[in-house]
């Protein structure tokens, strides 16, 4: 659904949500430490909760916010702190360009 230049879906934890832009499209096997033996591409967008709340599911146990200097440890076979220290730039840059790989 699209409205007032927004899209609108529901994000894999049960939140509802706007999606305000494009950041990034990133080649997995060009970023993360475990090669995979196919093509992966992660898709990143801006978006902002609209409504609703989290749901645990298969993928995701729990949900918490995070400042970029108190992030847990990640799993780097599957996203890097660099890419989310991007993340951050992109939010508080208005005239970011979304990254292609």
């Known amino acids: ?3 007032a230049g927004l899209t609108y879906g529901k994000e894999e934890a049960g939140i509802d ?3 305000k832009r494009l950041i990034a499209i990133h080649d ?3 970023r993360y430490k475990g090669m995979y033996p196919y093509g992966i591409t992660t898709v990143f967008f801006l978006c902002e909760p ?3 709340s989290f749901t645990e599911n298969d993928e995701t146990i729990a949900s ?3 400042t970029l200097d108190d992030l847990p440890k990640l799993s780097e ?3 890097s702190k660099e890419q989310v ?3 951050f730039e992109a939010f508080y840059d208005l005239d970011w ?3 292609f790989e």
């Open 77 to 79: 076979d599957k996203g």
């Open 17 to 19: 949500i706007a999606v």
């Open 85 to 87: 220290e991007v993340r």
């Open 97 to 99: 360009q979304a990254e």
């Open 28 to 30: 997995c096997n060009k």
């Open 1 to 3: 659904m699209a409205r």
């Open 64 to 66: 918490e916010y995070f």
């Open 50 to 52: 609209v409504s609703g």
